[in-house]
């Protein structure tokens, strides 16, 4: 089968969807199948070449419209592609709109990942609207089956109700070969946190983090918060570490390389990702990645994962915004080191049992047999 996959960028650049689009494609390709990709060419990279036996086609960007990249090329490359199957991805509406336009005059199916909705603030919230009112609607009524990766997304969002019949339900994975536990020795009072560090990505809750830890100090003094990721808000919130007091507490490391990601995992007591946005936030796949290095997760209930959390007790859901229930939880991890190491290896089982991507690609692979 020839698969074209259409996300706005790809690996090298680090995020959510890239992830997704990266360890998708590798599984299908080992499962016999030709993937091609075509994204913008952040960072710059060859143009084309072949990542780990996908096809890759790069293409120039004009500039963003928030987390969109404008390529002007993306409709001339997509006429030439042949393909059996284009899978897309919301919500970057530049590539999913000419994915569509391709996938209807090439009479070929169109899968959407729906992994949230399109949202924005200021000026770019009124654009968001118009949009949702009118492309996503052409998209989604085109689409043949529409990818969700947690069910109670039908409900939450706005857009998607009245197509429940096209729904799939299908989770985000995590490379349980790359992510393990390492041997290395966990700092006792360490956090980790990993976003880009932009206004897009503000839903993440780091500044609710930060203002937990003020409160955690209290208890735990020498507690330290790494911080992965850069973006024209590090400033911002080197700042704001600097005026709760936490300088000395608090160390920002910019952009991880991925082949390092799996160190930091490895080396912190817990992984915390405060999301404050159902909209904005899907599945949490840096969630399973850090469950995966035997490592405990503390989230909020509006991340993907967090049932299966809480039904393993492989971390702590606390609700979105409270910056002191995030505080004790970050404390009773930070002082409870059993419980810790216990909840790793639980989180570590539910991602060997349930969130493969093989088994991911399994059931994508299976979904696109059925439209074909």
């Given at each position: 089968?020839?698969?074209?996959?259409?996300?706005i960028?790809?690996?090298?650049?680090?995020?959510?969807?890239?992830?997704?689009?990266?360890?998708?494609?590798?599984?299908?390709?080992?499962?016999?199948?030709?993937?091609?990709v075509?994204?913008?060419?952040?960072?710059?990279?060859?143009?084309?070449?072949?990542?780990?036996?996908?096809?890759?086609?790069?293409?120039?960007?004009?500039?963003?419209?928030?987390?969109?990249?404008?390529?002007?090329?993306?409709?001339?490359?997509?006429?030439?592609?042949?393909f059996?199957v284009?899978?897309?991805?919301?919500?970057?509406?530049?590539?999913?709109?000419?994915?569509?336009?391709?996938?209807?005059?090439?009479?070929?199916?169109?899968?959407?990942?729906?992994?949230?909705?399109?949202?924005?603030?200021?000026?770019?919230?009124?654009?968001?609207?118009?949009?949702?009112?009118?492309?996503?609607?052409?998209?989604?009524?085109?689409?043949?089956?529409?990818?969700?990766?947690?069910?109670?997304?039908?409900?939450?969002?706005?857009?998607?109700?009245?197509?429940?019949?096209?729904?799939?339900?299908?989770?985000n994975?995590?490379?349980?070969?790359?992510?393990?536990?390492?041997?290395?020795?966990?700092?006792?009072?360490?956090?980790?946190?990993?976003?880009?560090?932009?206004?897009?990505?503000?839903?993440?809750?780091?500044?609710?983090?930060?203002?937990?830890?003020?409160?955690?100090?209290?208890?735990?003094?020498?507690?330290?918060?790494?911080?992965?990721?850069?973006?024209?808000?590090?400033?911002?919130?080197?700042?704001?570490?600097?005026?709760?007091?936490?300088?000395?507490?608090?160390?920002?490391?910019?952009?991880?390389?991925?082949?390092?990601?799996?160190?930091?995992?490895?080396?912190?007591?817990?992984?915390?990702?405060?999301?404050?946005?159902?909209?904005?936030?899907?599945f949490?796949?840096?969630?399973?990645?850090?469950?995966?290095?035997?490592?405990?997760?503390?989230?909020?209930?509006?991340?993907g994962?967090?049932?299966?959390?809480?039904?393993?007790?492989?971390g702590?859901?606390?609700?979105?915004?409270?910056?002191?229930?995030?505080?004790?939880?970050i404390?009773d991890?930070?002082?409870?080191?059993?419980?810790?190491?216990?909840?790793?290896?639980?989180?570590?089982?539910?991602?060997?049992?349930?969130?493969?991507?093989?088994?991911?690609?399994?059931?994508?692979?299976?979904?696109?047999?059925?439209?074909?």
């Open positions: 089968m020839k698969i074209m996959q259409t996300p960028r790809f690996y090298p650049f680090i995020g959510g969807v890239e992830n997704y689009v990266y360890y998708l494609s590798q599984e299908l390709v080992k499962k016999g199948h030709q993937v091609r075509l994204c913008a060419n952040e960072p710059p990279s060859s143009r084309e070449e072949t990542v780990e036996d996908i096809q890759v086609k790069r293409i120039n960007y004009l500039g963003k419209i928030a987390n969109t990249n404008l390529t002007p090329g993306l409709p001339y490359a997509l006429s030439k592609e042949n059996d284009i899978h897309t991805h919301i919500p970057t509406p530049w590539s999913a709109d000419w994915s569509y336009m391709a996938s209807k005059f090439k009479n070929k199916p169109l899968i959407v990942t729906y992994h949230n909705d399109i949202i924005g603030n200021g000026a770019a919230h009124y654009i968001a609207k118009l949009y949702n009112s009118t492309a996503l609607k052409l998209l989604l009524n085109h689409a043949s089956k529409i990818i969700i990766t947690q069910p109670d997304y039908l409900q939450s969002s706005p857009y998607l109700k009245r197509y429940e019949d096209k729904i799939e339900v299908i989770p994975g995590v490379d349980v070969r790359k992510f393990k536990p390492l041997n290395l020795t966990k700092e006792a009072h360490s956090l980790f946190f990993l976003s880009l560090l932009d206004e897009f990505h503000q839903y993440k809750g780091l500044d609710y983090l930060l203002k937990s830890l003020k409160i955690v100090k209290e208890e735990v003094n020498d507690v330290k918060l790494v911080v992965g990721g850069e973006g024209k808000l590090l400033d911002y919130y080197q700042k704001m570490a600097k005026d709760l007091g936490l300088e000395n507490n608090v160390e920002f490391h910019g952009f991880i390389p991925h082949e390092k990601i799996v160190e930091y995992y490895n080396k912190c007591r817990a992984f915390v990702l405060p999301s404050i946005s159902s909209k904005q936030e899907g949490g796949i840096v969630a399973l990645e850090a469950l995966a290095c035997e490592t405990p997760v503390i989230s909020t209930d509006i991340v994962v967090s049932d299966d959390l809480k039904e393993v007790n492989a702590i859901i606390i609700p979105p915004r409270d910056v002191e229930k995030l505080a004790q939880a404390v991890l930070l002082t409870n080191q059993e419980l810790s190491e216990k909840m790793g290896i639980r989180g570590r089982k539910l991602v060997q049992e349930k969130y493969t991507w093989l088994k991911i690609a399994e059931m994508a692979e299976n979904l696109y047999e059925r439209v074909l």
